[in-house]
């Protein structure tokens, strides 16, 4: 996974350095852009530090969950590799101690939906999952409203990580675990 950061940190810079103009969107343009900083990066920072409380507290399957996350982070690499638009207006502001790694046009798709999304579909506690899975409807709402992100990428995330959590899961033997128990 900290392979994957490296990789996003220089294909996020690269493709803020050749973005383009920002384009319209049928939900955002309906919807004012509504000052939600804290939302949008502190309540993503909070959520992420207390998984990681969790999970290096009961580690059985943080190595799949970082495995998984890492696929998620690669992959989306390709793909904000590929999308070269402006972002859309919002009014949010990149606190400064972020701003070596908050960016502006890496937007296909949306990480703020995405990593806990696919993270829901991979952990087992079912308590995690559901407390992941109200996250992922509350940061849909956040990024929507603070138009941090374009519709399209907010939605094609929920697919992406779909995708990748069933592969994972098919998988998820070679990891050690020889039975899945679903909660």
Do not use: Q
Not at 60 to 85: A, K
Not at 96 to 109: K, V
Not at 142 to 166: K, P, R
Request: aromatic share 16%; glycine share 6%; net charge neutral.
């Amino acid at each position: 996974m900290l392979s994957g950061l490296i990789v996003n940190n220089t294909v996020s810079t690269y493709v803020d350095s050749v973005a383009g103009a920002s384009v319209g969107d049928l939900i955002l343009d309906n919807i004012p852009a509504y000052p939600i900083t804290f939302l949008f990066f502190w309540v993503t920072l909070m959520f992420w530090i207390s998984m990681i409380i969790y999970h290096v507290i009961k580690p059985r399957e943080l190595g799949f969950l970082l495995w998984g996350l890492g696929l998620l982070i690669f992959v989306r690499c390709f793909f904000i590799s590929l999308t070269h638009l402006g972002p859309p207006e919002n009014n949010l502001v990149i606190p400064e101690w972020l701003t070596y790694y908050s960016f502006n046009a890496d937007l296909f798709f949306s990480g703020h939906v995405g990593a806990p999304f696919i993270l829901a579909l991979l952990v087992e506690n079912k308590w995690i999952k559901r407390l992941t899975l109200v996250y992922v409807l509350i940061m849909i709402f956040v990024v929507l409203f603070a138009h941090g992100h374009y519709s399209i990428d907010i939605f094609a995330s929920l697919f992406i990580a779909h995708s990748l959590s069933v592969l994972l899961l098919k998988i998820r033997p070679f990891f050690g675990e020889t039975k899945i128990k679903r909660s």
